[in-house]
């Protein structure tokens, strides 16, 4: 068991990163006074069991966690302002909640009900499974 977790904590640990840089290029927050606002939907559906510690850009355009989630799960957010911010969706098993062997997992960005990126893939021999989908406004 500790070589599956110690296999996963990279993982987990490069998608945080990531986010965290791409997040941190994000240009000043400068509302130029339009109404310019962005309905930006995250979504993760398939067939995995296992619970996963998802990560996705807010409305402040900063990492959010969520944690023991089980899948579908959606969450709609309204980005303010004129700036080009990136979009990231991250899905990560949680450690101790793998699903089963060669289940899939597909996340998908949405902008104004339009679909701008998605990501399928399926669980390791394991049960874990990690996808990450991005993309910018």
């Known amino acids: 068991m500790k070589t599956k977790i110690s296999n996963l ?56 966690l ?3 989630v089980s899948l579908p799960w959606s969450k709609e957010v309204t980005i303010k302002g004129n700036s080009t911010t990136p979009l990231i969706l991250s899905a990560n ?9 060669n289940q899939t997992i597909t996340g998908k960005i949405s902008v104004g009900g339009v679909q701008k990126k998605t990501a399928s893939t399926n669980s390791t021999s394991s049960g874990y499974i990690d996808v990450t989908v991005s993309t910018s406004l």
């Open 66 to 68: 969520a944690d023991n």
């Open 9 to 64: 904590v990279p993982t987990l640990l490069i998608t945080l990163f990531f986010a965290f840089v791409v997040s941190c290029s994000k240009d000043d927050d400068k509302d130029t006074g339009g109404n310019n606002s962005r309905l930006v939907k995250y979504e993760l559906s398939g067939s995995y069991s296992g619970t996963l510690l998802i990560v996705y850009i807010n409305e402040d355009g900063v990492n959010q």
């Open 93 to 101: 098993t949680e450690v101790g909640g793998q699903g089963q062997a």
